[in-house]
């Protein structure tokens, strides 16, 4: 017993020590000579006899954690590509729109687009990239609406979880019920942070303004996107912001709702928006209101398709169900 004591204290049941005990040599006879017809009667005893090493638990991951990894590596990444671009735009090296959109949607594949099968993940990147890239030009809001995209990762995985957690309601219509005044509620936290977000970045220039290299290259990209801009009112950037926010927010719900396709046809939509905005400049006010009013349709659709059950229960278990969304906290 004691040269064999590592093999029974891990042991899970019998088999475990029988084919241990096998391996070392241990057939019938040895089995005997402890009043054992078989080595199987002699593992079960042994089993029995030795008491189990503990095992300590894998660390759980803590519902905060799960949600906002994810949310925060996507916010990362998109932002450090914004200010990349704006920093380049003020030193007189504009990116054209086309390659904002290609290193946008690099970026997005590994995040947003995780779990996905190849078809969609290449789709909803080149979404996310083309909103990020031709809503709003290199500087501020750019920045902003970038840092948004992890916002609203966070916020569509936070509803999935609110959702699973109402799955076990006694009925559909009790289940949507509860869920009715979730959407809506997800919405408008998104949207005060996203407006955050934009009154911090368009404030960054002024904050880092005083001698030096930095504030010097801050005065000028701040210079060159009021240049660029200059077309625009203050009011049409923000509608031009919240249109292109609130399309990504729907588009990530219904994207860890097991509703890709219409996330992506939501963001097609988007897309067509922004991209009208840049060819016909001469009516920003026009085409910026139509972005907002694409994505103020877009959600109440959203809203009915993503009461249904189905929409908030569990993946099936894989090897992408981490990157998936989960449904737990």
Same mark, same amino acid.
């Given at each position: 017993?004691?040269?064999?004591?590592?093999?029974?204290?891990?042991?899970?049941?019998?088999?475990?020590?029988?084919?241990?005990?096998?391996?070392?040599?241990?057939?019938?006879?040895?089995?005997?000579?402890?009043?054992?017809?078989?080595?199987?009667?002699?593992?079960?005893?042994?089993?029995?006899?030795?008491?189990?090493?503990?095992?300590?638990?894998?660390?759980?991951?803590?519902?905060?954690?799960?949600?906002?990894?994810?949310?925060?590596?996507?916010?990362?990444?998109?932002?450090?590509?914004?200010?990349?671009?704006?920093?380049?735009?003020?030193?007189?090296?504009?990116?054209?729109?086309?390659?904002?959109?290609?290193?946008?949607?690099?970026?997005?594949?590994?995040?947003?687009?995780?779990?996905?099968?190849?078809?969609?993940?290449?789709?909803?990147?080149?979404?996310?990239?083309?909103?990020? +890239?031709?809503?709003?030009?290199?500087?501020?809001?750019?920045?902003?609406?970038?840092?948004?995209?992890?916002?609203?990762?966070?916020?569509?995985?936070?509803?999935?979880?609110?959702?699973?957690?109402?799955?076990?309601?006694?009925?559909?219509?009790?289940?949507?019920?509860?869920?009715?005044?979730?959407?809506?509620?997800?919405?408008?936290?998104?949207?005060?942070?996203?407006?955050?977000?934009?009154?911090?970045?368009? !404030?960054?220039?002024?904050?880092?303004?005083?001698?030096?290299? !930095?504030?010097?290259?801050?005065?000028?990209?701040?210079?060159?996107?009021?240049?660029?801009?200059?077309?625009?009112?203050?009011?049409?950037?923000?509608?031009?912001?919240?249109?292109?926010?609130? !399309?990504?927010?729907?588009?990530?719900?219904?994207?860890?709702?097991?509703?890709?396709?219409?996330?992506?046809?939501?963001?097609?939509?988007?897309?067509?928006?922004?991209?009208?905005?840049?060819?016909?400049?001469?009516?920003?006010?026009?085409?910026?209101?139509?972005?907002?009013?694409? +994505?103020?349709?877009?959600?109440?659709?959203?809203?009915?398709?993503?009461?249904?059950?189905?929409?908030?229960?569990?993946?099936?278990?894989?090897?992408?169900?981490?990157?998936?969304?989960?449904?737990?906290?």
């Amino acid at each position: 017993m004691e040269r064999h004591q590592e093999l029974y204290a891990d042991a899970v049941d019998p088999l475990d020590i029988a084919e241990g005990l096998e391996r070392s040599g241990v057939g019938p006879q040895t089995a005997g000579r402890y009043r054992h017809g078989d080595v199987f009667s002699l593992a079960e005893e042994l089993h029995v006899r030795v008491p189990r090493r503990a095992v300590e638990p894998p660390p759980v991951v803590g519902a905060w954690q799960r949600r906002a990894t994810p949310a925060v590596a996507a916010g990362a990444a998109f932002a450090a590509v914004a200010l990349l671009l704006w920093g380049l735009r003020a030193l007189d090296l504009p990116v054209p729109p086309g390659a904002q959109v290609a290193v946008f949607t690099a970026v997005a594949v590994p995040t947003v687009g995780r779990g996905l099968p190849l078809p969609e993940r290449a789709l909803l990147a080149l979404g996310v990239g083309g909103v990020l +890239a031709l809503g709003q030009g290199a500087g501020p809001p750019q920045l902003a609406l970038a840092v948004g995209v992890g916002a609203a990762e966070w916020c569509a995985r936070w509803y999935r979880h609110l959702g699973a957690g109402h799955v076990r309601a006694r009925s559909s219509r009790e289940f949507r019920s509860r869920m009715r005044p979730v959407l809506p509620a997800v919405a408008l936290v998104y949207l005060a942070v996203l407006a955050g977000l934009t009154a911090a970045a368009l !404030a960054l220039p002024a904050a880092v303004a005083g001698p030096g290299a !930095a504030a010097q290259v801050a005065h000028a990209a701040h210079a060159s996107y009021a240049a660029q801009a200059g077309w625009r009112s203050q009011g049409a950037v923000w509608a031009a912001q919240g249109g292109a926010g609130v !399309a990504l927010l729907l588009t990530l719900l219904l994207r860890h709702g097991d509703r890709t396709p219409t996330g992506l046809a939501a963001l097609a939509a988007a897309c067509g928006c922004v991209g009208l905005a840049r060819v016909v400049p001469p009516h920003p006010d026009l085409t910026t209101w139509a972005c907002a009013l694409t +994505a103020g349709s877009l959600l109440p659709y959203a809203w009915i398709t993503l009461l249904s059950p189905a929409a908030h229960r569990p993946p099936p278990a894989g090897p992408d169900v981490t990157d998936a969304a989960e449904p737990g906290p």
